[in-house]
């Protein structure tokens, strides 16, 4: 199995074609992070512009560019969401800061490269990657003689066949193959960012991510949460009580921060229902799913999150089965006991978490097929949840 090549930074020199090139592609990009916004429309550059962006390991900013992303070369897509933070799903699940990338529109990893992974990630977006549709003849006859310059250049390292060799790395277990995606590296790809760094808030609704009505009920929740419910002296649970019951007249969500009902130790119920793509599911209510749950949120080992709440209730498509996912904290194939349910257009909105509140990321939630149940395919109107 080839070996991922020493992650170290390539020394630049006074001179250098391909340094120069990498960085005037960068700076010559129309349509900067700090300028795309949610909905605008961006074509994917072409495999050699991209290759020239990319050092020896196949990163720009130690984002990996992965074989996946190379189908989407010269694809016409919106942005989604502008990257400018994400969350660890490495080490702590808190926010981190990301310069100079977005996700798009539908833009998610296939898994082709990495053992078939079924993950279906979000994929990062450098800008450099990018370019306005709308450039003008001169600007894109000013890039192709850049790259034809670099093509002659013994400094143009970067080669497809290094994209993909950049898949895999030195396993601890030789008899298990380990991978690099861009969910291993988010903690190289980028820095910490604490929840109380407010520009990150600003660059949220003026980028389009959070509208300000979301935004406001969020910062809500957090202040009676956190300034209220969790003050220790006695009055948690009357106040979500008191939660439940307003959300109960307007039809919204239950307090989103309750254990489930099984004690530490039990071993949690199982249900197989064999759901496939293209079923609809309604996903059942909060108090019942917490039946399935332990003390510590926990059903055979699938923890159950918060963020899932506003989903109950919904009635949603089965997108896909999940039976295998690279885990982010190794790079090995982790293989499911219990395949699980990723139902269509259901993301996490990180509406609840302290501390990666709005992260863009919108990664698929996985499901129990204990907390769905089938129902007709004709009573299948996505119900969008609260």
Same mark, same amino acid.
Request: net charge positive; proline share 6%; glycine share 8%.
């Given at each position: 199995?080839?070996?991922?090549?020493?992650? *170290?930074?390539?020394? !630049?020199?006074?001179?250098?074609?391909?340094?120069?090139?990498?960085?005037?592609?960068?700076?010559?990009?129309?349509?900067?992070?700090?300028?795309?916004?949610? /909905?605008? =429309?961006?074509?994917?550059?072409? $495999?050699?512009?991209?290759?020239?962006?990319?050092?020896?390991?196949?990163?720009?900013?130690?984002?990996?560019?992965?074989?996946?992303?190379?189908?989407?070369?010269?694809?016409? !897509?919106?942005?989604?969401?502008?990257?400018?933070? *994400?969350?660890?799903?490495?080490?702590?699940?808190?926010?981190? $800061?990301?310069?100079? +990338?977005?996700?798009?529109? #539908?833009?998610?990893?296939?898994?082709?490269?990495?053992?078939?992974?079924?993950?279906?990630?979000?994929? &990062?977006?450098?800008? +450099?990657?990018?370019?306005?549709?709308?450039? *003008? #003849?001169?600007?894109?006859?000013?890039?192709?003689?850049?790259?034809?310059?670099?093509?002659?250049?013994?400094?143009?390292?970067?080669?497809?066949?290094?994209?993909?060799?950049?898949?895999?790395?030195?396993?601890?277990?030789?008899?298990?193959?380990?991978?690099?995606?861009?969910?291993?590296?988010?903690?190289?790809?980028?820095?910490?960012?604490? =929840?109380?760094?407010?520009?990150?808030?600003?660059?949220?609704?003026?980028?389009?991510?959070?509208?300000?009505?979301?935004?406001?009920?969020?910062? !809500?929740?957090?202040?009676?949460?956190? /300034?209220?419910?969790?003050?220790?002296?006695?009055?948690?649970?009357? !106040?979500?009580?008191?939660?439940?019951?307003?959300?109960?007249?307007?039809?919204?969500?239950?307090?989103?921060?309750?254990?489930?009902?099984?004690?530490?130790?039990?071993?949690?119920?199982?249900?197989?229902?064999?759901?496939?793509?293209?079923?609809?599911?309604?996903?059942?209510?909060?108090? +019942?799913?917490?039946? *399935?749950?332990?003390? /510590?949120?926990?059903?055979?080992?699938?923890?159950?999150? +918060?963020?899932?709440?506003? &989903?109950? #209730?919904?009635?949603?498509?089965?997108?896909?089965?999940?039976?295998?996912?690279?885990?982010?904290?190794?790079?090995?194939?982790?293989?499911?006991?219990?395949?699980?349910?990723?139902?269509?257009?259901?993301?996490?909105?990180? $509406?609840?978490?302290?501390?990666?509140?709005?992260?863009?990321?919108?990664? &698929?939630? &996985?499901? $129990?097929?204990? =907390?769905?149940?089938?129902?007709?395919?004709?009573?299948?109107?996505?119900?969008? #949840?609260?």
């Amino acid at each position: 199995m080839p070996a991922r090549k020493k992650e *170290t930074e390539v020394p !630049l020199r006074t001179g250098d074609r391909a340094t120069e090139t990498r960085s005037s592609m960068k700076e010559d990009n129309s349509n900067p992070s700090t300028k795309l916004r949610a /909905g605008d =429309w961006v074509e994917v550059r072409s $495999r050699e512009e991209i290759l020239a962006t990319l050092d020896e390991n196949g990163c720009l900013e130690n984002l990996p560019f992965m074989p996946e992303m190379f189908a989407f070369c010269g694809q016409r !897509l919106r942005v989604y969401k502008r990257a400018h933070k *994400t969350c660890d799903t490495v080490n702590d699940y808190k926010g981190r $800061r990301m310069k100079d +990338a977005v996700h798009l529109e #539908g833009a998610r990893c296939n898994g082709q490269s990495h053992g078939g992974c079924e993950a279906s990630c979000l994929i &990062y977006w450098k800008t +450099a990657w990018l370019r306005v549709p709308a450039e *003008t #003849g001169s600007e894109s006859q000013s890039r192709q003689d850049e790259l034809q310059t670099l093509g002659k250049s013994e400094a143009h390292h970067c080669t497809e066949g290094d994209v993909l060799a950049a898949v895999h790395k030195r396993p601890v277990d030789e008899s298990k193959p380990a991978y690099v995606c861009q969910a291993t590296q988010v903690p190289a790809a980028t820095e910490p960012l604490p =929840w109380w760094e407010w520009r990150q808030y600003v660059e949220d609704y003026r980028s389009g991510n959070v509208k300000l009505g979301r935004m406001a009920k969020s910062f !809500l929740y957090m202040a009676y949460v956190h /300034g209220l419910i969790n003050l220790g002296i006695g009055i948690g649970p009357a !106040l979500r009580w008191i939660y439940d019951r307003f959300q109960d007249l307007r039809k919204g969500v239950p307090f989103p921060h309750r254990a489930g009902k099984l004690p530490a130790g039990t071993r949690t119920p199982f249900v197989k229902l064999d759901l496939q793509p293209g079923e609809w599911v309604r996903v059942k209510s909060f108090d +019942a799913i917490r039946e *399935t749950c332990d003390q /510590g949120n926990m059903n055979r080992g699938m923890r159950w999150d +918060a963020e899932l709440a506003p &989903y109950c #209730g919904g009635t949603y498509q089965v997108l896909k089965r999940v039976s295998k996912i690279v885990n982010e904290k190794t790079g090995e194939m982790q293989e499911m006991k219990n395949p699980c349910i990723i139902l269509d257009s259901v993301v996490c909105q990180a $509406r609840y978490s302290d501390c990666r509140l709005f992260c863009p990321r919108s990664i &698929y939630p &996985y499901w $129990r097929e204990i =907390w769905l149940e089938r129902v007709p395919p004709d009573s299948g109107k996505s119900g969008a #949840g609260h």
